[in-house]
């Protein structure tokens, strides 16, 4: 028995301290391509396809892509039926797969040329419908809301530079039928919080933020949960998965098991994937 326990306890102590493994590229040559700018993966929770974004040289003029899956890959991508003319990323679908959200600065009635907004389509029968705003309180004229994540329960978190904010941009909860309520630290402060992740019951977070002291450099990603309704800390997710150029477009699996996120660490954006489990290990 002392034997048998000794021998676990080694095999425990030598997976406490294994290396751990670092994010790899997906489908490089297909959908990482070198001297493109691939942005901002969302994965559909209905047929697996795998959505992002690109752009060449401006980054607020990019195009949503989607590849189908193909085994436990995806094929090439092609331009979403509703992008293409104007500047769209950001693809994030609601936990049903009914609903995708998605950042752009396509011209919106009582808004100012170029501002960006929060925009959405709805599946039917297969097919996606036409694009339409999100109106107030989601998207405001006077704030730039560049990215968002929807909960199961209707509630979007977006970030925004509406005034009232902490700093350059904040997080504000949206509930349905209610006021945008922002969250305060210490998830915001004067630093921007411009995109995120949350699970679809709203209890943990995988956050970007901009030149944190914790930081690596640029964005980076960090991790916060509910506890007692109240906001961990922020816990940087380390060296493995942040770089020491941007990280931002976390994006989780349905399936629970992946974190896809961009990263220039490359030299250009291109998409990453890390098992969450080594997330959860770090936070």
Known sequence: MTMLFRAAAILSLTAAVLPAQAPVTIGPGVISID??????PAIDPVDGSLWFSIYDQNFDQQTIMRAAKAGDSWGAPEHAPFS????????RFSPDGRRLYFTSNRPAPGHPKGDMNIWMVERAGGQWGAAVMVPAPVSVPDGRDIHNVVLADGTLIVGSHRPGGAGRSDFWRIAPGKPAQNLGAPINDERSQPDLYASPDGQWMVIVVTDHPQGLGGDDLFYTELRDGAWTP??????????????????VSPDGKWLYFTSHRGGSADVYRVEMAQVKQKA
Do not use: C, K, Q, V
């Not at 922020?234 to 994006?251: D, K, M, T």
């Open 35 to 40: 001297g493109r700018n691939e942005t901002f």
């Open 84 to 91: 293409g003319e104007f500047g769209d990323r950001a693809p």
């Open 234 to 251: 922020l816990r940087h997710l380390g060296g493995e998965i942040n770089s020491r150029e941007y990280e931002y477009g976390p994006w």
